[in-house]
């Protein structure tokens, strides 16, 4: 499976480098493709370390502004012109989204997703995984918009929320499953 990853950009500490190499690692031996920003920075860097390590394929979507940053071992690296077009691309070479820790970059890929989804505009899987609790604050107001009437549609619909790597490749793989039963079929 092609799975985009949006996360921070920033070179951070243990608690969030350990979670990205143990989601890294998953995806490698799993025989996925990482589909990315493409940067050799921050936790972006040690997931690309990590997927590669482990047998996984990189998929680098940079942008002409951030060329010079971009990764130079990936198995593909396409340049966009600009950031609205690498977001599209991200999306589009793209079989399912994982939010991991990250800023404002990440935080606008994430909506951007979301909002997408939420128009009927793509159905692919999007999950967040909560690392160390560090979404809880974007739940509690993402929960706060569904009970008060703000979302056309129950926020599980929306997205996935997982507390480990582990939570998050099993609901890919339940959701593949089910993209794959004929309509009508009873889910598991
Ligand atoms: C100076 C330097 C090393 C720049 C590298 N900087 C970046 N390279 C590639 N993608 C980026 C960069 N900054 C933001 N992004 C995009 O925005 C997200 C990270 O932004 P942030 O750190 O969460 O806010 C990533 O998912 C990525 O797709």
Redesign the pocket.
Known sequence: MHICV?????DLGERYTRPAREFAELLGKGGHTLV????D??L?KVVADGVRASGGRLVGI?VEL?RE?AREDTDELVITENLAERKAL?LSRSEAIVVLA????????ATEVLELRKHGLHRKPVVLLNTEGFYDGLILQLRRMEDEGFLPLPLTDLVHIAADGAAVFAHLEESAASDHRPPGTPGP
Request: aromatic content about 8%; glycine content about 24%.
């Open positions: 949006f996360l921070s950009a920033a990315w920003g493409g940067s920075s921050g972006m940079s951030l940053h991200l990250g800023g404002l970059g990440t935080l606008d890929e």
